[in-house]
């Protein structure tokens, strides 16, 4: 994209750093390679299929891609959590929806779908281990010994000193882990835009991820302007819910208080998403993880608070 488009960064805008460094074919298979151990030449082997639809935090922060008969699902994520392998399930579901079998689901013929792989690349600022397997069944309400219904996603350490083999076999995705970490660094001293500025040009100039920082500096600036405030603005309503929620708790009882302290917590979420961000109570409480069959429950609470 050339510099001088103008990018609108808000809650709308449909892509991340992290997309916009692997949507061409060769990044991608460079990462696959490092990640699977394989060692793919032709990046038209790889069939993209990323739903334009996919949105989280309103950025599309999903890579997924067939090669080899291997459907994988690669997620980037700044901030943990456990509700990835229920996302990474309606996330499958939806692309096995749309591929073309070209037979009758409903015939007598067992189909071929591709065996997918569900990948997701941490560098948030908590500390998490070099190598993580989450399980749908942890989610589950009741815990089976051999759970009906089973997903497994890895989470993997992409930050400075973690993963070393991963980095060294894709160095685009050390040098976006060397980026990533440079705007942090200066963003803790500097105003964030001045920092973002700083990190691009050091890059640029120390070669790490020159090309890519070169042709789309203009955007990079504003997406990586908006993710920075998008996870800075998560952080503090999480803290800011668990406070008020925990005070309510205390005043309450410890049993009843507990209870009404997370519901307290997760209407101040609500409301500060729905004021700071524009959004619907809808998107907030996708965005909060409360499960749909209690919207209707919040939705009732937020009405009863405005009257």
């Known amino acids: 994209m050339a510099q001088d488009k103008e990018v609108t960064a808000n809650r709308t805008y ?10 061409e074919k060769k990044e991608l ?65 939806d ?26 690349f941490y560098n948030g600022e908590q500390e998490v281990s070099e190598r993580e397997i989450m399980r749908l069944s942890s989610l ?4 089976e010994e051999r759970p009906k219904l089973e997903l497994e996603a890895v989470m993997l350490n992409i930050r400075p000193g973690h993963n070393q083999r991963l980095m060294e076999a894709s160095r685009t995705l050390r040098e976006y882990a060397e980026f990533v970490e440079r705007v942090r660094k200066y963003a803790k001293t ?9 990190a ?7 070669e790490i991820l020159r090309d890519f920082l070169e042709k789309n500096r203009a955007e990079v600036i504003k997406v990586c302007l908006y993710e920075y405030n998008q996870e800075e603005h998560m952080k503090f309503v999480r803290e800011e819910g668990f406070r008020q929620g925990h ?18 917590a997760c209407l101040t979420n609500i409301r500060n998403l729905m004021k700071n961000m524009d959004w619907s109570a809808t998107e907030a409480m996708k965005a909060i993880g409360i499960p749909e069959e209690k919207w209707q429950g919040y939705e009732k609470k937020l009405n009863e608070s405005q009257k």
């Open 14 to 23: 449909k892509s991340s750093v992290f997309t916009m460094v692997f949507q």
């Open 200 to 206: 691009v040009t050091e890059c640029i100039n120390e």
């Open 247 to 264: 005070e309510q708790g205390i005043e309450q009882g410890i049993e009843q208080g507990q209870k009404e302290g997370q519901e307290f």
């Open 190 to 198: 500097m105003v964030l835009e001045e920092a973002v500025e700083r």
């Open 29 to 93: 298979l460079e990462l696959y390679n490092a990640v699977s151990g394989k060692h793919y030449e032709d990046p038209e082997k790889l069939e993209i299929n990323t739903l334009d639809n996919a949105i989280y935090m309103s950025i599309k922060n999903d890579l997924s891609f067939i090669i080899d008969s291997r459907l994988s699902l690669y997620e980037h994520q700044s901030t943990y959590n456990p509700n990835l392998p229920l996302r990474c399930l309606f996330y499958v579901a």
């Open 140 to 143: 589950y309400t009741v815990k």
């Open 95 to 120: 692309i096995y929806s749309k591929i073309p079998l070209h037979k009758d689901i409903y015939g007598s013929t067992p189909l071929s779908i591709p065996d997918p792989q569900f990948v997701i």
